[in-house]
Structures are given as C-alpha cells and as structure tokens.
C-alpha cells in the first residue's frame, strides 16, 4: 500500500461533508493531528491521522 503524502495548503476532498455541506478543505497543520479548514464556512479542526487518511477521497487540483 502506497503512502499518501499530505503537506501544508493542500486541498484534499473528504467523503463525508461538513454540517455545512462542503466536502473541500484546506490543510494547515501536518502531524500526528491534522489541522484541517473548511473551504466553505472557514471553520477549521484537528483530527488525528489515521482518522484523515481513512477518511480521505483524493486531492482538489
């Protein structure tokens, strides 16, 4: 299985949305937790990474 690299202002797009209805965010901190903002509200959230990556869809170009 292939490592996802992940860095800092990457957009990533979840598979499940925010409450707002947006799946695209913004990444600002890279580590054991994510730091993740949502594109839409501009709400921001730390997850752990195994939570990121189990939920992660693929990158927004």
Known sequence: MEKIVFEVG???I???PHPCG????EI???GMDFRL???ECGRSLMLPRK???KNF???CN
């Not at 947006?22 to 965010?25: F, I, K, P, T, V």
């Open 22 to 25: 947006a799946n695209l965010w």
């Open 51 to 53: 939570t990121v990556e």
């Open 37 to 39: 903002k949502c594109c």
């Open 10 to 12: 990457q957009k990533i």
């Open 14 to 16: 979840m598979k499940k």
């Open 57 to 59: 869809k693929s990158f």
């Open 28 to 30: 600002q901190r890279v």
